[in-house]
Nanobody, 125 residues
Framework: QVHLVESGGGLVQAGGSLRLSCVVS????????MGWFRQAPGKEREFVAA????????FHANSMEGRFTISRDNAKDTVYLQGNSVKPEDTAVYYC??????????????????WGQGTQVTISS
């Protein structure tokens, strides 16, 4: 089984930065593409960023204007999401997810088989 645990959420002032981490318990972490999604109250879960198993392919949601960056450290079985110049509209529960594909990465929520429990991020104005 694959188990994901996010951390790093909390209260951040608008204009500040955040860094979320997701530790993954899996037989071989590098076999999984990883994604970050978020869900604000009353809204659907939306794509934020994705990264391939080797880390050579990355996608970021255009709507977030380059303010979020995904990365991974396969030696630590961890994927990260760095957010800069955050805004109140970035307030959401942030989820990491794992997709067992050997190459590439997906921006589609339905392609991800395993999900963490989520971490709340609140941006104050």
């Amino acid at each position: 089984q694959v188990h994901l645990v996010e951390s790093g959420g909390g209260l951040v002032q608008a204009g500040g930065s955040l860094r979320l981490s997701c530790v993954v318990s899996a037989r071989t972490f590098s076999w999984y593409a990883m994604g970050w999604f978020r869900q604000a109250p009353g809204k659907e879960r939306e794509f934020v960023a994705a990264i391939s198993g080797s880390g050579d392919i990355k996608f970021h949601a255009n709507s977030m204007e380059g303010r979020f960056t995904i990365s991974r450290d396969n030696a630590k079985d961890t994927v990260y999401l760095q957010g800069n110049s955050v805004k109140p509209e970035d307030t959401a529960v942030y989820y990491c997810a794992a997709d067992p594909r050997l190459s590439g990465a997906s921006t589609e929520r339905d392609d991800y088989d395993y999900w963490g429990q989520g971490t709340q991020v609140t941006i104050s104005s």
